[in-house]
């Protein structure tokens, strides 16, 4: 009978015996049941239960014997020092459950398993050789669990029985798998004399279950999260100590060296107390409060540790946080963005928290860039603004938040504090990073300075607030100066500050600054008053400055600027800085943009006002034009029809008090083709430049009210470039070679009765020989027919792409003498016979030694064989706080109003102790005197700096003004005095704060 009928519902027993022999013929991996899962009593040294032989069932012919002796012949006998025997005693064995199903696996072919087998003799008989190596070598082994293999049950697989093989054509019996109360009787039979089979687990990998899912895995994770503050989750305490006592539940006393740990905090003490219900713990004794960097130390404290609330006794106190700015680079480069973030001087992103700019990645060890001085360590630790302290008690109130009673408070180290802070109450709250004072008094080397019944500070260089400390100066043209500013911070998107400010010779002045920021719009308004200057005919006199930029939306955008002062002498008089005394026009202008993609639009109105402070004519300068509106519109399509389409256009009405009047418009479209390709490119550009004039108002009576003029511009502009690797102090670098030819065609106009309303002529450098007009603006369009020719060759670091220095050589060569002047001035450089080339240009600039740079510039006149322009300057600055400047400037009156040459030497650089001179040293070579001098001195203590400078500037009106500085630093807390910093960073290159990094300030400016 087949299989599929011997197997059927109707005989339990046969059921059994036949399906489990079917199942034992299918391969070694013949499967054993796991429901239920039950242990051979014959491992535990007990027979199995009595069974009555099942009825045999008919199979097909098949040399029984020789199989049912190979199969008798792999029972091996389990070793009696392995297995414990025991007294035979009955032991009932439960009835087998039907068998769970399991998909068939496939086996090697060996000799059919008749369906029933003779009972086998309680001792089986004589093993062949092989049988009998076989029962040695599993007599030796102990177990067959070795080597350890995981079961495979325990995978849901099936374990391979010993001596089991498939007959071939017998498929195994999907529904009724072997177990161990379904073998065959002569196994039972082997089981009561003792013999158990061997249970053998395949050499081969078990073979999985086609059911598509993935073996049970555990998920990796990137790291460990701790547990959030204020997440609601119950944090658990741990207490350690010599000796515990107390009531479950209800008390716990640790003693001897005790020590709790909850929710990232390690408080340990003499004595500990801790109240579960509470969640409260009690520390007495040599008590210390460590909680991630903040630690105190005091003789007793309570307080629930989870929520932060409690009260300390006597405490010394250290506390540390990360400020927003360095938390935002720390965040920064653990995302790797960009890697390391460097500037030009080496300096990590913590030293430029206050200047600076990103420039490049941090080079590789032993690269050009590392070679050249840039250094390729990791950068330092982010700092952290760290205080010290002592008080009576220190009164806990949550998270980041502690009230400190009749305490001190100090940035500095607590063995050398030069500045510290008393105060009888002092609340910081390094949520809103905000500290408040009651009845405080700030000590510098022991010594009240400053008394303040309600003093609000920052804390991680956020502002609030308050009155500022007063800051003070004083000046040669206003006498003493002294203010005392109030910081208005009326929301976190604006604020204010308030300067009343006094002049001992001129009199009192109100200086207003307000800041505003929002989602689509910025802005700061700035004014100053000063109703009676007792210097100048008790005159009222005022300045202002709006600056003010908005979204509209929907592509359109607007600005404002708008600034005014009361007189010429304004600035003269009452600024200090040359940058602003120097100022002789102020803009006044309002824009309108819109951006429609491909193309944009703008409306203009804009106006001047012009300075004239000196009462020399030939030193005044005229009012130019005031337009109102100017529209604009520029379009471009790079891929029209193959070709890079642009058009340009432009309307405007000028307006003068004297000048002629009238209104321009101009269009320019241009078509180019470019042909790029790796290496080089070579691109042709034509265009038109049409302009026409209606004028309201003519100084000329010889001038047409309607003038027009179309100009045909031709250009091509064709480049290639070279590399080859080469070395620079031993480093390995690419060097290439960038040739430039720009050729220019534009026929001759006559210009002479157009008006000038706004074109100059512009300045000769390497942005301007590439250009295709000679003049600004739009009124005069050069004729040309000339080539530029240029050569760039730059230094580049080959593992970062750093450009560590560049070269550039240039001139200009005329097929015709140009005709189109500006206004009778002919363009510098040519003359009646000398106008077939332009001057030449050399310029280099980059690192030339370690810490080292280089800067150069050359404006040669080969016709006249003079130089026209040249500059030359050196920087070395070995490390911030160490730096030298030195530079050299000549310009002949041919390029600019006048001769100059001016010798510029300045620097920082330690001198002895803390101390660091800084200075800077203006001279002009002319005019045999200083255009501008300072000259100071740096004190840096750690946590403290004071800065003494003196700053000297010429003005406009022959003479010259004198300020002084003095300013007291306290790190992370505030300045006093009047603020040099921006003065000196102003005057010298690469100046670095000797007490690196610095606050935002507080008292002062």
């Not at 009192?508 to 700061?524: C, D, M, P, S, V």
């Not at 050069?782 to 550039?808: F, H, K, Y």
Request: proline share 8%; hydrophobic share 35%.
């Amino acid at each position: 009978m087949p299989p599929s009928r011997a197997c059927n519902g109707k005989q339990s027993l046969a059921l059994i015996v036949c399906c489990g022999v079917a199942a034992l013929a299918a391969d070694e991996a013949a499967a054993q049941a796991a429901t239920p899962l039950r242990v051979d009593p014959a491992l535990l040294g007990q027979p199995p239960a009595e069974k009555k032989p099942a009825p045999a069932q008919p199979a097909e012919p098949a040399a029984a014997e020789p199989t049912a002796e190979k199969a008798r012949a792999d029972v091996q006998p389990v070793d009696a020092q392995a297995v414990e025997r025991r007294a035979l005693e009955p032991a009932a064995v439960p009835e087998p459950r039907p068998a769970v199903p399991t998909a068939p696996a496939a086996a090697p072919a060996s000799p059919a398993i008749p369906a029933a087998a003779p009972a086998l003799p309680a001792r089986a008989p004589a093993k062949a050789p092989a049988a009998r190596d076989a029962a040695a070598e599993s007599s030796v082994k102990t177990t067959t669990l070795t080597p350890l293999r995981v079961h495979p049950d325990l995978l849901r697989t099936t374990p391979a029985l010993a001596g089991t093989a498939p007959a071939p054509g017998v498929p195994r019996a999907p529904s009724a798998p072997a177990t161990l109360a379904g073998i065959d009787q002569g196994r039972e039979t082997a089981w009561r004399a003792g013999q158990p089979p061997v249970l053998r687990f395949s050499d081969e990998a078990p073979e999985l279950p086609d059911t598509g899912a993935a073996p049970a895995a555990l998920r990796g994770a990137p790291a460990l999260q701790p547990l959030r503050p204020g997440d609601g989750v119950q944090r658990p305490i741990f207490l350690i100590a010599d000796e515990m006592t107390g009531i479950t539940d209800r008390e716990m006393v640790a003693s001897g060296s005790a020590e709790a740990r909850q929710a990232g905090a390690v408080v340990s003490a003499d004595r500990l107390t801790y109240w579960p219900i509470e969640d409260e713990l009690e520390a007495a004794g040599n008590v210390r409060l460590e909680q991630g960097e903040d630690l105190v130390t005091g003789p007793r404290m309570r307080m629930k540790i989870a929520s932060q609330t409690g009260v300390f006794e006597e405490p010394s106190y250290s506390l540390k946080r990360e400020a927003k700015w360095a938390a935002k680079e720390r965040e920064r480069q653990e995302r790797g963005v960009g890697g390391t973030v460097i500037d030009a001087y080496g300096q990590t992103a913590w030293q430029q928290a206050t200047a600076g700019t990103y420039r490049t990645g941090r080079p590789e060890p032993g690269s050009l860039m590392n070679v050249l001085g840039v250094s390729a360590d990791e950068p330092a630790p982010l700092p952290q603004t760290e205080a010290h302290g002592s008080a009576e008690r220190i009164d806990f109130e949550g998270e980041n938040r502690l009230r400190i009673i009749n305490g001190s408070y100090t940035t500095c180290k607590p063995d050398d504090p030069g500045w510290h802070l008393r105060a009888k109450e002092l609340a910081l709250d390094y949520d809103r990073e905000v500290g408040e004072g009651h009845s405080s008094t700030v000590y510098f080397q022991d010594v009240p300075i400053f008394w303040a019944p309600w003093l609000p500070f920052p804390l991680n260089n956020q502002r609030r607030s308050g009155f500022l400390a007063p800051t003070g100066g004083s000046s040669t043209s206003s006498g003493l100066t002294l203010s005392t500013p109030y910081y208005w911070n009326i929301a976190p998107d604006m604020d204010a500050t308030i300067s009343p400010r006094v002049y001992s010779k001129r009199g009192i002045q109100l200086a207003t600054e307000y800041r505003y920021l929002g989602y689509h719009h910025t802005g700061n308004v700035r004014a100053e008053y000063l109703p009676s200057d007792q210097q100048s005919n008790n005159d009222s006199r005022y300045a202002y400055a709006v600056l003010h930029q908005q979204n509209l939306g929907r592509g359109f955008s607007g600005s404002l600027n708008l600034s005014g002062v009361s007189d010429d002498r304004y600035f003269t008089d009452l600024s200090s800085r040359s940058v602003v005394s120097s100022q002789r026009q102020l803009l006044r202008q309002g824009v309108l943009t819109y951006g429609g993609g491909w193309w944009s639009a703008s409306v203009i109105g804009q106006s001047y006002q012009t300075l004239n402070p000196d009462p020399d004519p030939s030193q005044r300068i005229a009012k130019p034009y005031s337009f109102a509106p100017r529209i604009e519109v520029s379009a471009r399509r790079p891929d029209f029809y193959g070709t890079d389409f642009a058009f340009f256009g432009q309307y405007t009405s000028f307006t003068h008090d004297t000048l002629t009047q009238g209104k321009r418009t101009v269009a320019y479209p241009q078509l180019s083709l470019p042909f790029v390709q790796p290496g080089w490119y070579v691109t042709p550009k034509f265009g038109v430049h049409a302009t026409n004039y209606s004028l309201d108002r003519r100084t000329n009576a010889q001038w047409s009210e309607s003038i027009s003029r179309t100009l045909p511009i031709l250009s091509v502009d064709a480049g290639m470039t070279f590399e080859r690797e080469t070395s620079w102090f031993g480093a390995d670098a690419v060097q290439t070679l960038e040739p430039r030819l720009y050729y220019l065609n534009v026929p001759y106009r006559e210009q002479a009765q157009i008006p000038n309303f706004d074109s100059a002529i512009a300045d000769f450098n390497f942005a301007q020989i590439f250009s295709e007009n000679q003049f600004l603006g739009y009124d005069r369009v050069s004729d040309a027919n000339q080539l530029t020719a240029a050569v760039t060759s730059r230094l580049i670091d080959p593992t970062s792409g750093a450009e560590a220095m560049r070269a550039m050589f240039g001139q200009r060569y005329y097929f015709r003498r140009q005709r189109v002047d500006l206004d009778g001035q002919t363009i510098p450089g040519q003359t009646q016979d000398k106008w077939n080339r332009s001057d030449f240009l050399a310029a280099f600039s980059g690192r030339i030694l370690p810490k080292t740079w280089l800067d150069a510039a050359l404006q040669y006149n080969p016709s006249d064989r003079r130089t026209e322009r040249s500059s030359i300057g050196v920087r070395y600055q070995p490390e911030l706080g160490k730096v030298l400047n030195a530079s050299y400037r000549f310009a002949s009156d041919q390029v600019s109003g006048g001769d100059l040459k001016n010798v510029d030497i300045s620097g920082q650089w330690p001198i002895w102790g803390g101390w660091s001179a800084v200075g800077r040293y203006n001279y002009s070579i002319l005019d045999h005197k200083p255009v501008e001098t300072v000259a100071g001195l740096e004190y840096g203590a750690g946590c403290w700096a004071i800065r003494l400078v003196s700053h000297q500037v010429a003005t406009l009106s022959g003479r010259s003004n004198t300020s002084f500085f003095i300013q007291l630093e306290l790190n992370d807390f505030a300045r006093i005095g009047s603020n040099p910093v921006d003065l000196l960073r102003r005057n010298i290159q690469g100046y670095g704060l000797s007490n690196q990094p610095i606050a935002d300030p507080v008292f002062g400016e």
